[in-house]
DNA sequence: CTATTAAAAGAGAATCATTCTCTTTAACGG
DNA sequence: CCGTTAAAGAGAATGATTCTCTTTTAATAG
């Protein structure tokens, strides 16, 4: 994308236009990966030695409020522990954090056959997780 | 669950019975809605109040790595950051973190309509997210 | 029951991603 | 151009987790 273009988009979202915000942004788009914050900030230190981290920081949390990017959660964080060893699924509430197990053998017998036809070029499926966002009715 | 019945199952696993580890695996079934090791650790302080937090650490991965455990792994991480706003699923590298996009519509429909059917008790859905875990065959 | 020894626990420093605080700079409307 | 105010910069702080090194203890054999 262009710089042209990025202007675009930040001054629509009524953002103020900086070099350091077009640099975050084509660094997000160029290393298409899914970066973590490191390589972004690696990214861009070739071209901008000067930039600081906390600003990189910074401009992904305006650009992912904004709705310009995403944030991508993945799995190596505060690690939280299960005694129970069945597979499940979690209910994820987006308001409070709280997590719930969800077991529905219906549901894993679908997806099952669904892959059973339908194959992922390149991929060899081990095991898959719903991960169910939304809001508990009742604080119980 | 009994002492008793915990110090058998480390036995089992080859494990010394150690208070410490009988103390961690107590709270872990305890505290049964996926306590973090913070939580793990401030529970067992009440009743030990000198444990080290390291070693609840220390158990908490020998349990998990005997699989008398389960980690679940949460939603804060170690961010990544994503251009692509449309929906799609994960592709999760087990060897290697690698994270690639799926995206099947046909799929997401097919989920819908499951939930469409039956619901989840006190539960509102926002949004399906499936993380397949797997393999990728090819290093490309 | 006691000695041996390998594993585990303890203590606190180190790490590392991220956030905070405070100061300086610069975008942009007028 | 100028002033206002948001943004950038710098580095300290934070906080969960890991590491290192020392001490203790569980399990085992004599």
Do not use: W
């Not at 910074?58 to 069945?86: F, H, P, Q, S, W």
């Not at 997806?111 to 036809?117: D, L, Q, S, T």
């Amino acid at each position: 994308m262009k710089a042209e273009e990025i202007s675009r988009k930040l001054i629509e979202k009524g953002l103020k236009v900086t070099p350091q915000r077009i640099a975050v942004y084509e660094a997000v788009i160029q290393l298409n990966n899914h970066p973590t914050a490191e390589s972004i900030i690696k990214n861009i230190k070739k071209t901008s030695p000067h930039i600081a981290s906390a600003t990189v920081y910074k401009v992904l949390d305006a650009l992912t409020e904004n709705g310009l990017i995403k944030r991508v959660k993945t799995e190596k964080d505060i690690m939280r522990y299960d005694a129970i060893l069945e597979k499940h699924h979690h209910l994820y509430c987006t308001e409070t954090d709280r997590i719930e197990d969800y077991q529905d053998e219906h549901l894993d017998r679908l997806i099952e056959n669904y892959f059973k036809e339908k194959e992922i070029p390149d991929f060899e499926i081990e095991d898959i997780k719903l991960q169910i966002n939304g809001k508990f009715m009742k604080n119980n």
